[in-house]
């Protein structure tokens, strides 16, 4: 259900809502927030709340640090884990400056700008996510170490795996909060761990992506574990995985999948520091089924872009390069750019690329172009790209390419 600001108020009264998190996230997709209490809500919405930007990873420094968080009510939710009486809810919220001008590193309104200016020529796209985690033992002073939960294998069962009631768990903790689940496994790595939702809009897909970090991590220390979204945590067993599934349906009833595939394949070096933005995302690529080259095919999952099978009819796309620690606004935004892109310009899309690259010789990869090699080339590129210079505000940029 989507709020409107009186309902809002409505629902904090009647439910006795003691505390309201306004969250947001920095440009890295961390989300931080402040809590206020009940009487401050209306002064929330109407004139926002004020934070210290410099304090904020990318948000700026000490010179113009005021910020204000302007709620968005669409957003309420309960957090379930919180006492019922004397409940906590959240909403997220858009950044502002004093005088009320949008703030250029919001992330989110980056991305609610894209899907509306999409939305306006025809496009409406979807984006569903499936993330990958690891699950880690606490030591003796509640500080994560790198022992896994357990050491079973993909889609193993109890007893040996030990991920069911955290998976059970969060599921139910995610549909109360109106994300709904569709699947949960264990995942190749010892204490490694999957669970899929639903798709939806690009900006609720990146919201709820958001969420289930934050309700993935609560729910595992809740159970004495540590949830690890990074890359590569365990060197030596397969990495996590941030799949992105894309669809799209325009008004002029065309099937416009094919070009908007051919503008991802084109951008994706450009972006990739965003879809990968630490030193270890560049260690999976290449191995345990995460991509290393640019191409496609139906249900390869050694390939970058893979097209699933869909009994049902929904064609969608699938990205199987980036990962965990990307900002999900960021992603979904550069990635529905590249496919506008690959639209509005026609791009045909390559011939689908039919082997397993995994186990194909040299000669044959030595025809493919590679995502970028390290996080400082991908950097460098995304530096020089002027596809990137038209998306997003240069401050943001700057900070995600540091050294160029």
Known sequence: MKYTVPEVIQYVKEEDVKFIRLAFCDIYGRQKNIAIMPYELQRAFSYGIAIDGSAINGFGDEARSDLFLYPDPATLSRLPWRPESGSVVRMYCDIRHPDGRPFDADCRRLLKEAQSEAEAKGMYFRFGSELEFYLFHLDEQGEPTRIPHDHAGYMDIAPEDRGENVRREIQLTLEQMGIQPESSHHEEGPGQNEIDFKYSDPLTAADNATTFKAVVRTIAARHGLCADFSPKPLPGYPGSGLHINISIHTEDGKDHLSEMIAGIMEKVCDITAFLNPLENSYERFGKFKAPKYISW???????????????????????????????????????????????????VLPPSTDINLFNASTDVLNGFRSLPASLEEARKTAAASGFVRKCLPAALTGKYCSNY
């Open 297 to 347: 095919s139906a249900e390869n999952r050694s390939q970058l872009i893979r097209i699933p099978a869909a009994p049902d009819g929904r064609r969608r796309m699938e990205l199987r390069s980036a990962d965990p620690a990307a900002n999900p606004y960021l992603a979904f935004l550069l990635l529905m750019r590249a496919g506008m892109f690959g639209i509005d310009h026609e791009l």
